[in-house]
């Protein structure tokens, strides 16, 4: 059974950024493929960005550039860098890892979730 921490969240100004963290803090993810999602208000879950293993990444449409996911396996942990946040980024946003190594864009094909941590930009 693995558990995954989330933590980085905050808020933050319109062109700022937001390291958030994904700790997995028992089990291990380093032969787990990791995503990070996003839920806004009144909105369903959106896949933002997953790491595979050995390290291939793949981001949602409207990252554009603007995220990067990576992940430290002698630490246990998953981030997720944010730059020019913008306010419709705004949301709870949540790590997930998956049992085997291939990631996915679905929410249903993870297999264990963080709490999520809220994220918050201002215009």
């Known amino acids: 059974q693995v558990q995954l921490v989330e933590s980085g969240g905050g808020l933050v100004q319109a062109g700022g950024s937001l390291r958030l963290s994904c700790v997995a803090s028992?089990?291990?993810?380093?032969?787990?493929?990791v995503g990070w999602f996003r839920q806004a208000p009144g909105k369903e879950r959106e896949f933002v960005a997953a790491?595979?293993?050995?390290?291939?990444?793949k981001y949602g449409d409207f990252v554009k550039g603007r995220f990067t996911i990576s992940r430290d396996t002698a630490e246990n942990t998953a981030y997720l860098q944010m730059n020019n946040l913008k306010p419709e980024d705004t949301a709870v946003y949540s790590c997930?890892?998956?049992?085997?190594?291939?990631?996915?864009?679905?929410?249903?094909?993870?297999?264990?979730w963080g709490q999520g941590t809220q994220v918050t930009v201002s215009s």
């Open positions: 997930a890892a998956r049992i085997v190594p291939n990631y996915s864009t679905q929410p249903g094909d993870y297999d264990y």
């Open positions: 028992r089990g291990s993810i380093s032969l787990n493929s």
């Open positions: 790491i595979r293993v050995p390290g291939t990444t």
